[in-house]
C-alpha cells in the first residue's frame, strides 16, 4: 500500500529555514512524480513545488521561487522541501502526493493529478 508521511514542520521566525521530509514506502519511489502543496485556513490547496521521477525536472510557485528547493534522495525513499527565508505567508499544512505520469520527466502542482497523499506537517511563521 502507497504510503507517504511528511516531517520537519514546526514554529520559525521570518527569515529563518525549515527542511521538510516526505517520506514513501509500498511503491517504488523512482517511478513516480512528487509534488508539495500547501494549505493555509480558509484558502485552497496551492501546489508549492514538485520533481519529475526522473529527477531532471523541477517546477516552483511563482510565491516560493528562489527560497525553496525539492529533492529527491531515491535510495532513501525521500522527498525533501528546503525552504528558506520563510514569510508568515508561507504559514500552512504542507502534504506531499505522489503520481505516476506518462513520461518521466513531467510533473504537475495541479492537485487533480494526484491520487495519493500524505498527512501533512504544519509550517508555522511568525514574529
Known amino acids: 500500500q502507497l504510503q507517504l508521511v511528511e516531517s520537519g514542520g514546526g514554529l520559525v521566525q521570518p527569515g529563518g529555514s525549515l527542511k521538510l521530509s516526505c517520506a514513501a514506502s509500498g511503491f517504488t519511489l523512482d517511478n513516480y512524480a512528487i509534488v508539495w502543496f500547501r494549505q493555509a485556513p480558509g484558502k485552497e490547496r496551492e501546489g508549492v513545488s514538485c520533481?519529475?521521477?526522473?529527477?531532471?525536472?523541477?517546477y516552483y510557485a511563482d510565491s516560493v521561487k528562489g527560497r525553496f528547493t525539492i529533492s529527491r534522495d531515491n535510495a532513501k525513499k525521500t522527498v525533501y522541501l528546503q525552504m528558506n527565508s520563510l514569510k508568515p505567508e508561507d504559514t500552512a499544512v504542507y502534504y506531499c502526493?505522489?503520481?505516476?505520469?506518462?513520461?518521466?520527466?513531467?510533473?504537475?502542482?495541479?492537485?487533480?493529478?494526484?491520487?495519493?497523499w500524505g498527512q501533512g506537517t504544519q509550517v508555522t511563521v511568525f514574529s
Open positions: 520533481i519529475s521521477s526522473s529527477d531532471t525536472n523541477t
Open positions: 502526493a505522489a503520481a505516476m505520469f506518462t513520461f518521466n520527466t513531467v510533473c504537475s502542482l495541479m492537485v487533480r493529478s494526484y491520487r495519493d
